[in-house]
C-alpha cells in the first residue's frame, strides 16, 4: 500500500543527491563573506525546511486521519513527525557547526532558524512519551493526531513570533536565503532542496512499507496460531 | 570575513556534510535490521502454516 | 422494561459549559486546591529570583523576563491540574454517557484556567511590584492588564487541549510541562517584548500593535483549532 513508486523515487533520490553535491563542491562559487564555510548552508537550510515541511505535513495527515477515521493516515502521521525529529537533529548539529566555524560560537541566539527549530524540536520530543504511554491503539492514533494537528499549526506561528523577536534585539547577521544570492548559489540550493524533500519521501515510504509489512506479519501470526494463545 | 582560517573551516564543512551521511546511513542500518527481522518471521510463519496443512492431511481431511 | 420517551431538546453547548464551569469553580473554592498554589508558587518563585540573581529591584527586560516566565510556570500547575478530578473520580466516563458535546467540555475547562490564571495575576503582579520592581507599576497597569488577558486566552485555550491531552497518559505530570512550555513560547516572546519598555524607567510603548497582533494571531489561531479538535478527545 505504502510503497507504491518507491523505485522511481529511490532512483531520483540517487541521482539528485550526487547532482546536488556535484553543483555544491565544483558549481556553486564561493561566498565573498564567508567562503568555504557557506557551504554548509547547502546541507543546513534544505534539512531545515523539509523537517518543517514534514511536521506541517503530519499534522495534515493527522486531520485526514480524524476526518476519515482510517488509521493508515496516522501512519503516515507519525513516520513524517518520526522523520522529521531526525532531520531536526541533523538540522540542530549542522547550525551549531555553521555557527562555530562562521563566528566561533556553537550556538547563535540571533538566527530566528535555528532558535525556532529548537523550540519546535523540543516540543516534538514530547510526542514519543505521548504515543507510547497510550496503550488502546485506536486512541493512541487519535491522541497523536490531536497533538500533531496542534504541533503543526504551531511551527509557522513559532516561526514567526521568533523571527519578530529577533528583529528586534540582534539584527539578523547570517544573511542566508536572501535576495541576493547569485543565479548559480540559487540553482544549487534548490537541487540541494529538492534532493533532501526526495530522500525525506524516499525513506518515508521506505519506513511505512517496513511498519506495514511488521503489522501484517502480526496479523498473519494471530490467524496461525489461535490455540497457542492462551 | 570567516573566524576561521579557510583550511580550519574545511573542517566544519566536512564534519557538517559527514553528520548528513551518517544519519542516512544510520538509518539504512537500522531498517536492514528491521526486514531482516521481517524475513525471519515471515519463515518462522510460512513454516508453521505448512506444518499446520501437513497435519490437516494427517488426519485424513481432504486436501483443499 | 420500557422507558419513557423524554421529550426535551438535547442541553445546548454554552448551557452545558456553563454547568461544567459552575461545577469545576465550585469545587476549587471548596478545596482550594490550584489557585493558592500557583499564587504562591510565583510569590516564591520571586523570592528564588532575588536570590538567584542577587538582585534588590529589576527593571526592563530582566523584570519583564521575571514576570512571565514565572506567571507562565505558575500556569503549568494550573494545566496539570485541570482534569484532575474528573481523572480521580472517573468522572470523563460520566460526562461521556450524556449526549454531550466534547467542545462544551474545552469551553468549561478553559474558562475555568482563564479565570484561575486571572486569579493568580490579581495577587502575583502587585507581589511582583512591591518585592522586585523597581519603576513605578501604575503608570504600567493598563496595558499590561491588556497583555495579561491576551497571554491568559492563548494559555487557557492551549492548557485546556494540553491538559487533556496528557490526562490519560501515565506520566501525565512529566508530559503537561514539557509539551506546554514550548507551545507558549510566541506568547512569552510577545508579551515579554511588550513588557519590557512599560517596565523601565521611561515608559514607552513601542511596537505594542505588533506585539498585540502577535498575540492575537496566537489567541485566534488556538482557540479555533482547541475547540475543533477536542471533540476527539475522551470519544470512548
Known sequence: MFSRGIKPLAIATAVMTAVSLGLVFFYAPLDADQGFIQKIFYVHVPLAIVALCGFVAGGIMGVIHLRTGDRSWDARSYVAIHMSIILGVAVLVTGALWAKAAWGHWWLWDEPVLVSFLVVFLLYCVYYPLRFSIEDPERQARYSSVFAIAAGAFVPINFAAVRMAEAFTHPRVLSQTGGSMPGEMRLTFIACLVAVTLLFVTLWKFELTAKNASAQLNRLRRALEPEGVS | ?64 | MSVPAVDRPPPSTFSTARAILRKDLAIELRTKESVPAMTLFTVTVFVLFHFGLDRDTLEGDLASGVLWVTLLLAAVIGVSRLFATERDQGGIDGLLLAPVDRTALWIAKATALFLYLTAVELVAVPAFAILLLGPDLLPALPVLALLLVAVNIGVAAIGALVSALAAETRAHELIVPLMLLPLVVPLLIAAASATEPLLRGDQGAEDLLRWLGLLTLYDVVFVLIAAAVFDFLLDD
Open chain 2, 1 to 64: 570575513m570567516p573566524a576561521l582560517p579557510l583550511d580550519e573551516a574545511g573542517k566544519y564543512v566536512a564534519a557538517a556534510y559527514i553528520v548528513f551521511f551518517t544519519l542516512i546511513v544510520v538509518y539504512v542500518a537500522i531498517m536492514a535490521a528491521k526486514v531482516a527481522r521481517i524475513d525471519r518471521e515471515l519463515t518462522e510463519l510460512t513454516d508453521l502454516a505448512e506444518q499446520q496443512r501437513a497435519e490437516r492431511d494427517r488426519d485424513g481431511e481432504p486436501v483443499a
